[in-house]
């Protein structure tokens, strides 16, 4: 884990320019259980956000359980060394940068859900237009 963590900020730093002149996107596709890495997930993307870059985040999987209003204690309790939540960062992100976060298509159906237990902010992904975005020349896709 510790390889594919600094493996991904190698790329993330490497493909991201320092403005966002050339219109560069970062779509950040999270499916991991462990809060860990669902917190390193939204601090990369962060990261690219203060670098110019416009993200995405899509959950999926148990991921997506973060995006819940009554989202599990490893999704909310903060982490060392800053005290931070995977879902408060994913929140930040979300009211003051304008990050768009998503849940797979599937997710709610397969929790036999609707929309209005997503916390603000957060909607079903489409899958065509999720498509579209991962596969633009200008998207770096980090995956988790």
């Known amino acids: 884990m510790k390889n594919l963590l600094a493996a991904s900020a190698l790329v993330l730093a490497a493909a991201l320019p320092a403005s966002a002149q050339d219109g ?8 991991a259980p462990e809060p860990q890495t669902q917190l390193m997930a939204m601090v990369l993307t962060m990261n690219a956000v203060a670098k110019g870059a416009e993200a995405k985040i899509l959950l999926c999987g148990p991921a997506a359980d973060m995006a819940l209003k009554e989202a599990p204690e490893s999704a909310t309790a903060g982490q060392p060394p800053q005290g931070a939540s995977p879902q408060g960062l994913m929140r930040q992100m979300i009211e003051k940068n304008g990050v768009t976060a ?19 902010g957060v ?20 995956s988790f």
């Open 102 to 120: 998503q849940v797979c298509a599937i997710y709610l159906p397969g929790k036999g859900a609707d929309a209005s237990v997503l916390m603000d």
């Open 123 to 142: 909607t079903p992904a489409k899958p065509d237009a999720m498509a579209a975005e991962l596969i633009a020349d200008n998207t770096t896709v980090l």
């Open 24 to 31: 560069r996107k970062v779509v950040t596709i999270l499916t």
